[in-house]
């Protein structure tokens, strides 16, 4: 796979130990209103970009990573989450539904780019004042977590 030099991000968390950077297109950027989405970041929903494993690299702290291994899902399936150990901020997710993916918060990243959300997940946990997510098609909006079928045709589309 040939990587494109010309999309190299990099992202930090609050204190700035712990550093990453990605490189090329990410896979996906997703919305989730889940209630254990929204107890690891804080907020009223997460905005993930998703990034192939061999687009995702440590540039320092990667030794001041902490996992939280989340059973309780909805899926059944255990979450693993990453955050730092000194700040708290929360830097990674990995899903069982997705291997090979590494899930980023949005807001880790430095500078501005244009996130464009392609994809919504648990809307029915949606607080109430949380509008509709502009950009994302309604056949990519679901009121849970789609089931594998979904998903591979999910993924075919992005």
Known sequence: MTLLIANKRTGAC??????????????????????????????AYTANAWFPDEQFEWIRGADL???????????GEVVHRWHCTHCGSPISTKSPRMPGVTIVPCGLFEGQHVWKPKYEQWRRSRLCFVDVIKGVHDGSRYDGFPDIKELERIWAKL
């Open 65 to 75: 990573l902490k996992q939280y291994d989340d059973h309780d899902t909805s899926t």
């Open 14 to 43: 609050l204190c700035k130990r712990i550093k990453f950077r990605t490189t090329g297109e990410e896979i996906n950027v997703a919305i989730c209103h889940c209630t254990n989405c929204r107890r690891h970041c804080g907020s």
